[in-house]
């Protein structure tokens, strides 16, 4: 999943150089077209994107969490799998069923809020496009200034020039971040020390007692996360 990640944001490395080129000059028409008045737009436009990189960044930490708990969930899965045979024997499906679904509902939830923050900043990026266009069109007449169709098209044909730049951002924005936390976890990895043996923490952990012809289990799993 990490490689996907990286792998992602490496075939978006030509658009993401192109993106700001193609905006400074398509805004560098509009100013010669409309003059200053759509630096209001453009300024609501600044705010829009700001907006998306505080949600991008959160979406980081949203997505740390994430990744450290599916981490938690395969290994405990990993477990159960690898001594199936004990459980089996001692009838322990329903309790170690219930530990695996605790930690994927953990799982859900951060995967929930990173849905959260990408439908945010795709519904923030197709509304701010609209918006601009709307702001420098009626600050144009309030400040006196006739608006002509030959100018509303024009200025609407310049627009769209330069807006599948508007909406490849967000999406290199979030890729990007996505592909740091990836990295990081990679070296991580990478530069940890050699495990020669892998222990079985169920055998370590799992104590079984007989008492009144009942078997009481002890110390399962500690709480990872």
Known sequence: MD?????????????LILCPFTILFGLTYLYVLMGWTF?????????FMAVNVLVV???????????KVRGVRIKRTDEVFSNIKLIKAYSLERFFLKKIVDVRGKELNWLKLLLYRNIFTMVNANIGPGVFLLTIFAVHVAAGNQLTSGKIFTTISVFNSFIWALYY????????????????????????????????????????????SEIRVAALFDEEY
């Open 57 to 67: 960044k959160k979406g980081m930490h949203f997505l740390k969490e994430f990744m």
């Open 169 to 212: 951002l967000p999406n290199i924005f979030i890729n990007f971040i996505d592909m740091l936390t990836s990295s990081e976890r990679l070296t991580n990895y990478l530069l940890s020390e050699k495990i020669e043996k892998w222990p079985n923490l169920f055998s370590e952990r799992v104590l079984l007692k007989t008492e009144r």
């Open 39 to 47: 630096l209001p737009g453009l300024v609501l436009f600044f705010v």
């Open 3 to 15: 490689a996907r990640r990286i792998n992602a944001v490496a075939w978006m490395l030509n658009i």
